[in-house]
């Protein structure tokens, strides 16, 4: 049984509505949710489920596109309220040495999913059970999704959680994360207009 644990205001740079950070008792990663306070009071919660990545989220890397992605739902949920998920699960659950192994092997021309198999890891191997437990542990059972990945609306309402409707998130092309992102299209049936 996953339960809120602690929680505390952080005011952030850029955001004029200060969120909330809520830590968790009963996982074994520190999973947190980032609660900015909604501006319609009785709207479904809008969500944005987002897996650790290193690289793209705190350095900006090229590579992918989840520093934009994260900023873009910091954004809109500064703007209008919403509840950031912030799994701990870098580089689709294999962890940041192995991601940075199976970037060089994209460098030799596999794509993101042909080097996880060659390395004998799975292609991906994050679960967004925790995402529905800290929903849940949140009293939260129904909500918008902010996602263009259908996989993670089927596994959240696997686990209890209505989709009351998905919304798209941006898709941040650069020169560097094309083939990256093709690969999530061909691989996962991304909804990524090209
Ligand atoms: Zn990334």
């Known amino acids: 049984m996953v339960t809120i644990k602690s929680r505390v205001v952080i005011p952030l740079e850029g955001s004029q509505a200060a969120p909330e950070f809520l830590s968790f008792s009963g996982f074994t990663k520190e999973h947190i949710a980032i609660v900015f306070p909604s501006v319609t009071p009785g709207v479904t919660p809008l969500v944005r489920v987002h897996s650790e990545c290193l690289t793209g989220d705190v350095f900006g890397s090229q590579l992918c596109d989840c520093g934009p992605q994260l900023q873009e739902a910091i954004d809109v949920f500064s703007q209008e309220g919403g509840v950031l998920l912030y799994l701990r699960q870098e580089g689709r659950g294999i962890g940041l040495y192995a991601k940075l192994s199976?970037?060089?092997?994209?460098?030799?021309?596999?794509?993101?999913?042909?080097?996880?198999?060659?390395?004998?890891?799975?292609?991906?191997?994050?679960?967004?059970?925790?995402?529905?437990?800290?929903?849940?542990?949140?009293?939260?059972?129904?909500?918008?999704?902010?996602?263009?990945?259908?996989?993670?609306?089927?596994?959240l309402g696997d686990h209890g959680i209505e989709i009351e409707s998905t919304i798209p998130t941006g898709v941040y092309l650069n020169p560097n994360n094309r083939r990256y992102l093709e690969a999530k299209v061909r691989h996962k049936h991304h909804t990524i207009p090209f």
């Not at 991906?124 to 529905?132: I, K, L, T, W």
């Open 102 to 155: 199976a970037y060089a092997l994209q460098k030799e021309g596999l794509d993101t999913f042909e080097a996880n198999r060659h390395l004998n890891l799975p292609e991906d191997a994050r679960s967004f059970e925790p995402a529905a437990q800290m929903l849940k542990a949140m009293d939260i059972s129904r909500i918008r999704l902010l996602t263009n990945n259908p996989d993670k609306a089927s596994q």
